[in-house]
């Protein structure tokens, strides 16, 4: 089957095995957040074992961060997606599923101007193609979940700055994504906090009962912060060798359906 045939399909509104490359039925991508050495010293490996990439979100104004930034930059070469999670992380005191439980007043979003979400988000994508490398397809996660700055609550604005250097968004929790239907400034996912194999393979087979697109939300691999054992890690790779999956980064599967609508 060709991908123009593939294509056709998605821009036809159908689901199921024709939908990704590959025939495969469902689309899965593994993100990992705020840059924590972790994902270098142990989630990349055991990627490169299996042959997948995955999508790492770096808090870019981390001590940590920078300081392993070629490390970063040669994971980027190799593949991965390393995408922008804003420079020093601010978030909403309200924030769903995890609100902050101690939040300083200058990084509360509830604070924030447009001004100030738009110089946050260019500081980091330019931090990132200066040290990573130039993505035209790297994508955005939001910190927390949180999507809208301001008292009243103003999402426009935060959009708008994402848009000036990003054409998709990591959004909050929920059901995997339909492809008919998904909004790229809304890309849902499923929180990972010490799941065990079980929540991890029941929520990617979600996805292939609706031909949707599965986002799995890390942090910490083996480490403290919500964390996944290294084990259930790895357990979880082998079981996505399925040819029912296609495995790949926020930005290939995002892009593939901008480009197939």
Same mark, same amino acid.
Not at 7 to 24: H, L
Not at 163 to 168: C, Q, T
Not at 235 to 261: C, T
């Given at each position: 089957m060709t991908a123009d045939t593939n294509?056709?399909?998605?821009?036809?509104?159908?689901?199921?095995?024709?939908?990704?490359?590959?025939?495969?039925i469902a689309a899965i991508s593994l993100t990992y957040d705020d840059g924590l050495p972790d994902g270098l010293?142990?989630?990349?490996?055991?990627?490169?074992?299996?042959?997948?990439?995955?999508?790492?979100?770096?808090?870019?104004?981390?001590?940590k961060v920078r300081k392993r930034s070629e490390d970063w930059r040669r994971a980027f070469e190799g593949g991965h997606e390393i995408g922008n999670h804003t420079v020093r992380h601010p978030c909403r005191a309200?924030?769903?599923?995890?609100?902050?439980?101690?939040?300083?007043?200058?990084?509360r979003l509830e604070n924030w101007s447009p001004e100030d979400i738009a110089r946050e988000i260019s500081e980091a994508a330019g931090w990132l193609n200066e040290e990573i490398g130039p993505d035209p397809g790297r994508t955005f996660a939001?910190?927390?979940g949180a999507t809208s700055i301001g008292s009243p609550p103003d999402d426009v604005s935060y959009d708008a700055a994402?848009?000036?250097?990003?054409?998709?968004a990591r959004a909050g929790v929920g059901e995997p994504n339909d492809p008919r239907s998904v909004d790229l400034m809304r890309i849902r996912s499923h929180l990972c906090d010490h799941p065990d194999i079980r929540e991890l393979i029941a929520y990617c087979e979600g996805a292939i009962r609706t !031909?949707?697109? #599965?986002?799995?939300? $890390?942090?910490?691999?083996?480490? =403290?912060?919500?964390?996944?054992?290294?084990?259930?890690?790895r357990?979880?790779? !082998?079981?996505? #060798?399925?040819?029912? $999956?296609?495995?790949?980064?926020? =930005?290939?599967?995002?892009?593939?359906?901008?480009?197939?609508?």
């Open positions: 294509n056709s399909r998605v821009r036809s509104g159908s689901r199921g095995p024709a939908a990704w490359p590959g025939n495969a010293d142990r989630a990349i490996p055991d990627l490169n074992q299996r042959g997948i990439r995955g999508t790492f979100y770096l808090t870019v104004g981390d001590r309200d924030a769903y599923p995890y609100p902050p439980l101690w939040l300083p007043r200058a990084l939001h910190p927390c994402i848009r000036r250097h990003h054409f998709a !031909g949707g697109w #599965a986002v799995l939300m $890390f942090h910490s691999i083996g480490g =403290r912060r919500m964390r996944t054992r290294r084990s259930v890690h357990e979880l790779l !082998g079981y996505l #060798a399925d040819q029912r $999956f296609w495995v790949a980064p926020v =930005r290939d599967v995002a892009s593939f359906l901008r480009h197939s609508r």
